[in-house]
């Protein structure tokens, strides 16, 4: 846990021994932007790009954060421009990528953790005794599926094009 608030104190421009501190609730309000987006961020220390200054490193996090780019620029303590700039730097780009996979990757679980809750709603509702909000229950359950099933689909279609892409070279 230490290494993780380390990282989210550093982040969040905060001094060092403020970040070594356990977060709890009288001091998670300060972590709140990146706590909250990144739960487990132990896997951070194994993508740290060398190639990225520290103000770098910071606006990445700060930037996927959901912070305005004038907010970013006033943290990191340089001008809007600059951020702009720094976007434009492959070793900028591949930072932000991971750490936005890693928000996607999480945004999903949390998602799929409600599957099970919105399958039981869309039940009840199937049989609520109204008519028209059980055609939409319905229509919404055959959508999803056929949804399904077209991903299925092409999933599989992709293999056999990967696989016969692979057999050419």
């Known amino acids: 846990m230490n290494v993780n608030v380390y990282l989210l104190g550093k982040c969040a421009g905060l001094p060092l021994t403020y970040s070594a501190q356990k977060i709890n609730s009288a001091n998670v309000a300060a972590f709140a932007p990146l706590y909250s987006t990144f739960l487990e961020i132990s896997e951070l220390n194994n993508m740290k790009n060398d190639e990225l200054t520290f103000k770098q490193t910071k606006a990445c996090y700060l930037i996927v954060s959901g912070m305005s780019m004038r907010d970013v620029a006033d943290s990191v303590g340089t001008s809007e421009t600059t951020i702009f700039r720094w976007l434009k730097l492959p070793a900028f780009q591949d930072e932000l990528r991971q750490l936005k996979r890693i928000v996607i990757?999480?945004?999903?679980?949390?998602?799929?953790?409600?599957?099970?809750?919105?399958?039981?709603?869309?039940?009840?509702?199937?049989?609520?005794?109204?008519?028209?909000?059980?055609?939409?229950?319905?229509?919404?359950?055959?959508?999803?599926?056929?949804?399904?099933?077209?991903?299925?689909?092409?999933?599989?279609?992709?293999?056999?094009?990967?696989?016969?892409?692979?057999e050419e070279k």
């Open 105 to 166: 990757e999480r945004s999903l679980g949390k998602l799929q953790v409600l599957n099970d809750k919105s399958i039981q709603t869309l039940e009840r509702l199937l049989n609520c005794g109204n008519y028209p909000t059980e055609c939409r229950a319905a229509v919404a359950i055959l959508t999803k599926n056929h949804e399904s099933i077209d991903f299925f689909e092409y999933e599989s279609r992709l293999k056999v094009i990967e696989s016969k892409f692979n």
